[in-house]
């Protein structure tokens, strides 16, 4: 199949070495705002990749599918784009940074009839599915507690701050989707606070630098997020869930950034993940080779644009409590938002 990539930044160009690499794909054109990079990102792949010079002469090369990894402004415009022209499309989270402009392109999807598939890549991570396996077989009893992280070695350039949706919406959106698929439960009320410590680029873009959620699922279960720009020791994604029986932990092994300092502990972690694509690099490879196998045919869809909305949904909750200081109910950001709460259901 011939596949259209549009963006090709740090994971765009992750992507694209995954998808040339793939038996399926016999060409991958490439597209990005900088047509330089678009140029550089062909030249290194080699035969079976070439650049567009624009994202019109990209869609007019006959594609089979396209995978959208561009800045996120670009999303929406780009998946209705897609859908219209009846391509199955693959795009990394979110669909747009607002509910109107979310929910508008997932009509456009509905009306078209193909594939949208959302990039949440933990779903793809052995860690994230032995959890999911342990509490949905009922290893951990009665599940009572969940504590997920999301934190950052770095923050990113001050330029990304005003078009990244903010904490909520750019990082522990992936906890968010994460604690439905995880424990195919809803989210139904939050209470959220952030603070700023930091640059203050953060605060002059109206988001903040370190959050913290408190999650309450359908069944009680309560859940804690947090997520901070400034991890120096390192990159570090975990989830612990905690039941009656047992508790678990995702992200916790060699590389995990945490120096314990009880007697006798090692001193240090000498290879802390550093970055998403070092953390995560073999989820991204598995999601990209099921978008395929979904666009021949051979798979269902993992992920589709409906969860993306819930995830959303969430973030969009944790802003509104952190700025009103007040629990939210996901239904009540449903109902501004035009949709049903729980719209997609946990998937299956």
Not at 122 to 135: L, M, Q
Not at 306 to 325: D, G, I, K, Y
């Amino acid at each position: 199949m011939r596949v259209v990539l549009v963006g090709v930044g740090r994971l765009g160009s992750f992507h694209a070495a995954t998808l040339h690499g793939h038996p399926d794909v016999t060409e991958l054109v490439v597209a990005d705002a900088d047509t330089a990079r678009a140029a550089g990102t062909a030249d290194r792949l080699g035969p079976g990749a070439r650049a567009a010079g624009s994202v019109d002469e990209a869609f007019a090369a006959g594609a089979d599918a396209v995978v959208i990894a561009s800045a996120t402004a670009a999303h929406a415009e780009l998946i209705s784009r897609a859908v219209r022209a009846g391509l199955p499309t693959y795009c990394e989270k979110p669909i747009a940074l607002d509910l109107a402009s979310t929910v508008a392109a997932l009509r456009e999807v509905e009306e078209a009839g193909t594939v949208l598939q959302m990039g949440f890549q933990r779903r793809f991570d052995p860690g994230y599915r032995s959890a999911r396996e342990a509490v949905r077989t009922g290893r951990l009893g009665r599940l009572h507690t969940v504590r997920a992280m999301t934190s950052d070695m770095a923050p990113p350039p001050p330029e990304f701050v005003p078009l990244s949706g903010g904490l909520y919406r750019d990082c522990l959106i992936h906890d968010f989707d994460a604690t439905r698929w995880v424990t195919g439960r809803e989210v139904v009320e939050v209470y959220a606070m952030g603070a700023n410590g930091g640059a203050d680029f953060f605060r002059e873009a109206g988001d903040v630098d370190t959050a913290a959620a408190l999650l309450t699922l359908d069944d009680g279960t309560l859940v804690t997020a947090t997520s901070t720009r400034y991890n120096g020791a390192g990159y570090d994604i975990r989830m612990e869930l905690a039941g009656s029986l047992d508790q678990i932990a995702v992200g916790v092994g060699a590389r995990t950034p945490v120096t314990s300092v009880e007697p006798g502990a090692a001193p240090g972690v000498p290879d802390p993940w550093t970055g998403f694509v070092d953390r995560f690099g073999d989820a991204y490879r598995a999601e990209i080779d099921t978008f395929v196998r979904v666009v021949a045919g051979r798979a269902a869809n993992p992920c589709d644009g409906r969860e993306a909305l819930e995830a959303l949904l969430v973030a969009e909750a944790c802003e509104v409590s952190r700025a009103e200081r007040r629990p939210v109910r996901i239904a009540e950001i449903a109902a501004i938002a035009g949709t049903g709460a729980a719209a997609a259901g946990p998937a299956s």
